[in-house]
C-alpha cells in the first residue's frame, strides 16, 4: 500500500518546520540548494524503495507549538569525564567552549563556530543528503544548533566530546546539525546522545555531517535514547580521506519512530571504516537503519555490523548498501545483521544490497533473523535462572558484539535501558 | 526424597510415560537403563520441568513438595538439577557469566546473601579442579566450540558449583572416552553424600562401572519393568532387555 502526499501537505510542513524552528532559532543562513530541493524533490513515499517500509505521511500532522523552555536536562552518563555540550530543541544551554584560536582545537557550538570561524566550516559542511533527501533539505534549509568540533591537522583532541541533544515535554521541532572536522593525522572521540522527555512530541530533524582528513581518526558513539512519541529522522554523513580511519556505533536505545540514514564516503584509498548498530524496538515502535557506503577509492576497509531485537507489535528495517565502485581495486567490505523476533506480530524488513563494480574485491555479507532459541531459555531456567534473569543474558549475549564496542558506561546504559523497556530489571 | 507415583505424560498426541512409579531416598545412587525410546530423557526432562510434555496423570513429589506445581526455575531452586544429554550452546554469555548469574540467581530466591566474588572464584577453582576442566573453558560463552567430552565436563561442574540435592544425569557418558568418562565418573563420585540423591540414566553398563548405583532400573513401554541391585547391569549389558521386555504381559488395546 502506498501514500502519497499531496505538495500543498509538504509544503505547508515545510512551513510549519522551517517557521518554528526559525523563531526558535538558527544557525547560519538556509542552505541555497536545500530550500531548491524542497521543491523539486517530492516527499518520499513508500513506492520508493528506500522509503518502502518508512511511512512518513504520519509526519505530515507534526505542528509545532510554541518554543520550547530552555531548561538544562539532567547530565547523562554523568560518571564520563568529557566535553560536555547541553542543547535543548536546537538551542545551546550550557557548555564550556574550548577555542585554541583560529589555528587550534574549537569544540562549542555551532552557533559561536560559525561567528568566530566561518570560513572553517565553508566547504564541507553540507552533505549531499541536502539536495538528494527531502528531510534532510528540511534540515538544511532551517539548520539549528549542535555541536562544532574542529581539529587541525596533526593535534588530537584530548577528552571526548560529550553533546547532548534533548527535546522537552510537549510538540516541537528540532533541525540540530553537528559538525565535525578532523584535519588530517588528527583524532578525537565523540558521543553524540539525543534524548527526549516521555511526554515529548513532534519532530526532531537532525544533521551530523563530519570529513576526516588523511590519516585521520575519528571515534563517535550516537546515543539515541528517546521515550515520548517524537519523530526522528536523522542525516548521519561521513566523508574519509587517504589512510583514514573511522568508527561510528550508534546504539537505538529507545525511539517510537526512527529513521537514521547513515552514509559513509571513502573519498581517499586504504580508510578503513567500522559502523555498527543495533536497536530493540517494542510496543508498536518503529525503527529503521539505512546505512550506505561508498568504496570509491582503491585498498579501503569496512566491518558494518547491525543488530536488533524487534518485540510486540514493532517493526525494525536494516539496509545497508555497500557500493564498490569501478575504480576501487583490493578493498575489503563486510558486512553483518542479525535479527531476533521476539512478538508473533513483530515485524523485521532486512536488506542488504551490494553494488560492485570493480573486479578484484572482496565482499561478504550475511542476514539472520530468527527467534529466541527456546532451548537455552529452558537451559538458563534449568540453572536456577527466572525468566527475567535468562531473557536478561541472552539479550545481552546477542547484542554483547555491538554494545560492547561502545564504553562500558554507555553500554551498561543501554542494556539498562533495553532491560527496563522489555519488563526485565 | 523423590517419590514417582503412577506418572503418565505425553508429547502432542504420543503417550510416552505409561504408568511409571520409582522411588529415591536420600543419598541413593538409582540408574535407569532401558532400550531407546523408552521414555529415559522423557523423564529426564519431565522432572526438570521442560514444559513440551503433558503429565495427564500421577504424581511427583520431591521432598514432600509436589514438583509438578514448580516451573523449571523453581525446580532448580528446590535442588534438582539436569545434566543435559545435549548440552545447550550460548554464544556470548561466558561460562564464569552464566554460572555467578545462575548461582546468585538461586540464592536470591531462596533467600541468601549473594556469595562475594573472592567466595565464587575459589568455589570455581575447586570445582573446576574435580573435573580437569581448562581456564580456558570457564571464560570461553557457554559449551560453544566445545568437544563433547567438554561439554559433559562442563554439565558435571556446574553441577558441582549448583550442589544440587537430586541430581538427573541424562546419558551424560554418551559421546564421551574412557578418559572423559573417568573424569566424569570422579566427578559424580566425589559428590556422592548422605544428602544428595543421584538418578542416572544410561544406555550402557559401562557408566556403571565407574559409577556404581545402588539401584538399577529397566524402564521400557514408559513404564519400570524390572529393578534389582547394581548387578542387574551387568546381567542387562550381556543379556541385552528382550529376556524383561518380553516377560511383560501386553497392554490390553
Same mark, same amino acid.
Given at each position: 500500500?502506498?501514500?502519497?502526499?499531496?505538495?500543498?501537505?509538504?509544503?505547508?510542513?515545510?512551513?510549519?518546520?522551517?517557521?518554528?524552528?526559525?523563531?526558535?532559532?538558527?544557525?547560519?543562513?538556509?542552505?541555497?540548494?536545500?530550500?531548491?530541493?524542497?521543491?523539486?524533490?517530492?516527499?518520499?513515499?513508500?513506492?520508493?524503495?528506500?522509503?518502502?517500509?518508512?511511512?512518513?505521511?504520519?509526519?505530515?500532522?507534526?505542528?509545532?507549538?510554541?518554543?520550547?523552555?530552555?531548561?538544562?536536562?539532567?547530565?547523562?552518563?554523568?560518571?564520563?569525564?568529557?566535553?560536555?555540550?547541553?542543547?535543548?530543541?536546537?538551542?545551546?544551554?550550557?557548555?564550556?567552549?574550548?577555542?585554541?584560536?583560529?589555528?587550534?582545537?574549537?569544540?562549542?557550538?555551532?552557533?559561536?563556530?560559525?561567528?568566530?570561524?566561518?570560513?572553517?566550516?565553508?566547504?564541507?559542511?553540507?552533505?549531499?543528503?541536502?539536495?538528494?533527501?527531502?528531510?534532510?533539505?528540511?534540515?538544511?534549509?532551517?539548520?539549528?544548533?549542535?555541536?562544532?568540533?574542529?581539529?587541525?591537522?596533526?593535534?588530537?583532541?584530548?577528552?571526548?566530546?560529550?553533546?547532548?541533544?534533548?527535546?522537552?515535554?510537549?510538540?516541537?521541532?528540532?533541525?540540530?546539525?553537528?559538525?565535525?572536522?578532523?584535519?588530517?593525522?588528527?583524532?578525537?572521540?565523540?558521543?553524540?546522545?539525543?534524548?527526549?522527555?516521555?511526554?515529548?512530541?513532534?519532530?526532531?530533524?537532525?544533521?551530523?555531517?563530519?570529513?576526516?582528513?588523511?590519516?585521520?581518526?575519528?571515534?563517535?558513539?550516537?546515543?539515541?535514547?528517546?521515550?515520548?512519541?517524537?519523530?526522528?529522522?536523522?542525516?548521519?554523513?561521513?566523508?574519509?580521506?587517504?589512510?583514514?580511519?573511522?568508527?561510528?556505533?550508534?546504539?537505538?536505545?529507545?525511539?517510537?519512530?526512527?529513521?537514521?540514514?547513515?552514509?559513509?564516503?571513502?573519498?581517499?584509498?586504504?580508510?578503513?571504516?567500522?559502523?555498527?548498530?543495533?536497536?530493540?524496538?517494542?510496543?508498536?515502535?518503529?525503527?529503521?537503519?539505512?546505512?550506505?557506503?561508498?568504496?570509491?577509492?582503491?585498498?579501503?576497509?569496512?566491518?558494518?555490523?547491525?543488530?536488533?531485537?524487534?518485540?510486540?507489535?514493532?517493526?525494525?528495517?536494516?539496509?545497508?548498501?555497500?557500493?564498490?565502485?569501478?575504480?576501487?581495486?583490493?578493498?575489503?567490505?563486510?558486512?553483518?545483521?542479525?535479527?531476533?523476533?521476539?512478538?508473533?506480530?513483530?515485524?523485521?524488513?532486512?536488506?542488504?544490497?551490494?553494488?560492485?563494480?570493480?573486479?578484484?574485491?572482496?565482499?561478504?555479507?550475511?542476514?539472520?533473523?530468527?527467534?529466541?532459541?527456546?532451548?537455552?531459555?529452558f537451559y538458563?531456567r534449568s540453572r536456577g535462572?527466572?525468566?527475567?534473569?535468562?531473557?536478561?543474558?541472552?539479550?545481552?549475549?546477542?547484542?554483547?558484539?555491538?554494545?560492547?564496542?561502545?564504553?562500558?558506561?554507555?553500554?551498561?546504559?543501554?542494556?539498562?535501558?533495553?532491560?527496563?523497556?522489555?519488563?526485565?530489571? | 526424597m523423590l517419590k514417582i507415583?503412577?506418572l503418565?505424560?505425553?508429547?502432542?498426541?504420543?503417550?510416552?510415560l505409561?504408568?511409571l &512409579?520409582l522411588e529415591l531416598?536420600?543419598?541413593e545412587v538409582h540408574a535407569i537403563m532401558g532400550?531407546?525410546?523408552?521414555g529415559k530423557s522423557t523423564l529426564a526432562s519431565i522432572l526438570a520441568g521442560r514444559?513440551?510434555y503433558?503429565?495427564?496423570?500421577?504424581?511427583i513429589?520431591f521432598d514432600?513438595?509436589?514438583l509438578?506445581?514448580l516451573?523449571a526455575?523453581?525446580r532448580a531452586?528446590a535442588g534438582i538439577f539436569l545434566a543435559f544429554q545435549y548440552p545447550?550452546?550460548?554464544?556470548?554469555?561466558?561460562?564464569?557469566?552464566?554460572?555467578?548469574?545462575?548461582?546468585? &540467581?538461586?540464592?536470591?530466591?531462596?533467600?541468601?546473601?549473594?556469595? &562475594?566474588?573472592?567466595?565464587?572464584?575459589?568455589?570455581?577453582?575447586?570445582?573446576?579442579?574435580?573435573?580437569?576442566?581448562?581456564?580456558?573453558?570457564?571464560?570461553? &560463552?557457554?559449551?560453544?566450540?566445545?568437544?563433547?567430552?567438554?561439554?559433559k565436563?562442563?554439565e558435571v561442574?556446574q553441577m558441582a558449583?549448583l550442589e544440587p540435592k537430586l541430581a538427573v544425569l541424562d546419558e551424560t557418558d554418551s559421546?564421551?572416552?574412557?578418559?572423559?568418562?573417568?573424569?566424569v565418573?570422579?566427578g559424580v563420585?566425589?559428590m556422592r553424600?548422605?544428602?544428595r540423591s543421584f538418578l542416572v540414566i544410561t544406555h550402557?553398563?559401562?557408566l556403571?562401572?565407574?559409577i556404581?548405583p545402588?539401584f538399577?532400573h529397566?524402564l521400557?513401554?514408559?513404564?519400570?519393568?524390572?529393578?534389582?541391585?547394581?548387578?542387574?547391569?551387568?546381567?542387562?549389558?550381556?543379556?541385552?532387555?528382550?529376556?524383561?521386555?518380553?516377560?511383560?504381559?501386553?497392554?490390553?488395546?
Open positions: 500500500m502506498s501514500e502519497v502526499a499531496t505538495p500543498t501537505q509538504h509544503a505547508a510542513l515545510a512551513a510549519r518546520v522551517s517557521d518554528a524552528c526559525r523563531s526558535a532559532g538558527m544557525v547560519g543562513a538556509p542552505y541555497p540548494g536545500a530550500v531548491a530541493a524542497l521543491d523539486t524533490l517530492g516527499y518520499p513515499t513508500t513506492r520508493q524503495e528506500r522509503w518502502r517500509y518508512t511511512r512518513v505521511t504520519r509526519l505530515l500532522d507534526v505542528s509545532p507549538t510554541a518554543a520550547a523552555p530552555h531548561t538544562a536536562p539532567p547530565a547523562v552518563v554523568s560518571g564520563l569525564d568529557a566535553l560536555r555540550f547541553t542543547f535543548v530543541a536546537g538551542q545551546f544551554v550550557g557548555g564550556d567552549t574550548l577555542d585554541e584560536g583560529a589555528n587550534g582545537c574549537f569544540v562549542g557550538p555551532v552557533s559561536v563556530a560559525l561567528a568566530r570561524y566561518p570560513e572553517r566550516l565553508e566547504a564541507w559542511s553540507h552533505s549531499d543528503f541536502a539536495t538528494k533527501e527531502w528531510f534532510a533539505a528540511l534540515q538544511a534549509a532551517a539548520p539549528q544548533d549542535g555541536v562544532c568540533i574542529l581539529v587541525p591537522a596533526g593535534h588530537k583532541l584530548e577528552r571526548p566530546v560529550l553533546a547532548h541533544h534533548h527535546m522537552p515535554a510537549g510538540v516541537h521541532v528540532a533541525q540540530p546539525r553537528h559538525l565535525i572536522h578532523i584535519g588530517d593525522n588528527a583524532s578525537a572521540e565523540a558521543v553524540l546522545w539525543s534524548d527526549t522527555t516521555a511526554q515529548s512530541e513532534g519532530m526532531m530533524n537532525a544533521a551530523i555531517t563530519a570529513a576526516i582528513g588523511d590519516g585521520a581518526h575519528l571515534s563517535l558513539e550516537v546515543v539515541q535514547d528517546e521515550p515520548g512519541t517524537v519523530h526522528h529522522m536523522g542525516h548521519h554523513h561521513f566523508t574519509q580521506g587517504s589512510n583514514s580511519k573511522l568508527t561510528v556505533r550508534t546504539a537505538t536505545a529507545c525511539a517510537h519512530w526512527l529513521r537514521n540514514d547513515l552514509h559513509i564516503l571513502q573519498d581517499g584509498t586504504h580508510a578503513d571504516s567500522t559502523f555498527h548498530g543495533c536497536y530493540l524496538p517494542n510496543g508498536q515502535q518503529f525503527v529503521d537503519h539505512h546505512t550506505r557506503i561508498d568504496h570509491a577509492h582503491p585498498d579501503g576497509q569496512s566491518d558494518e555490523l547491525y543488530k536488533g531485537l524487534a518485540a510486540d507489535k514493532s517493526t525494525a528495517v536494516f539496509n545497508g548498501k555497500i557500493m564498490v565502485h569501478k575504480d576501487a581495486q583490493r578493498i575489503e567490505a563486510y558486512q553483518r545483521n542479525s535479527n531476533l523476533l521476539l512478538g508473533e506480530q513483530a515485524a523485521m524488513y532486512a536488506k542488504p544490497e551490494l553494488e560492485i563494480y570493480a573486479d578484484d574485491v572482496r565482499c561478504s555479507h550475511g542476514c539472520t533473523t530468527g527467534q529466541f532459541d527456546k532451548e537455552a531459555l538458563l535462572m527466572t525468566e527475567t534473569a535468562a531473557n536478561n543474558l541472552l539479550v545481552q549475549a546477542f547484542l554483547a558484539e555491538v554494545l560492547d564496542g561502545f564504553r562500558p558506561e554507555i553500554r551498561d546504559y543501554v542494556h539498562s535501558v533495553y532491560a527496563r523497556r522489555l519488563g526485565w530489571s | 507415583d503412577n503418565h505424560a505425553r508429547i502432542g498426541d504420543t503417550e510416552i505409561k504408568g &512409579s531416598g536420600a543419598g532400550p531407546n525410546g523408552s514444559d513440551d503433558e503429565v495427564t496423570e500421577g504424581s513429589t514432600g513438595v509436589d509438578l506445581e516451573d526455575t523453581e531452586v545447550v550452546e550460548i554464544p556470548g554469555v561466558s561460562n564464569i557469566n552464566f554460572l555467578r548469574t545462575a548461582l546468585n &540467581s538461586i540464592r536470591e530466591q531462596r533467600e541468601e546473601a549473594p556469595l &562475594s566474588g573472592k567466595d565464587f572464584l575459589a568455589k570455581v577453582k575447586a570445582c573446576a579442579q574435580l573435573v580437569e576442566l581448562d581456564g580456558k573453558l570457564r571464560d570461553r &560463552s557457554v559449551n560453544e566450540g566445545f568437544s563433547g567430552g567438554e561439554k565436563r562442563n561442574f558449583m559421546g564421551l572416552d574412557i578418559d572423559a568418562l573417568r573424569i565418573a570422579h563420585n566425589s553424600g548422605a544428602d550402557y553398563q559401562r556403571l562401572d565407574h556404581v545402588d538399577v529397566v521400557a513401554g514408559g513404564r519400570i519393568v524390572h529393578s534389582g541391585g547394581k548387578e542387574l547391569a551387568l546381567e542387562l549389558e550381556e543379556k541385552g532387555y528382550d529376556w524383561i521386555v518380553d516377560a511383560q504381559p501386553t497392554e490390553q488395546a
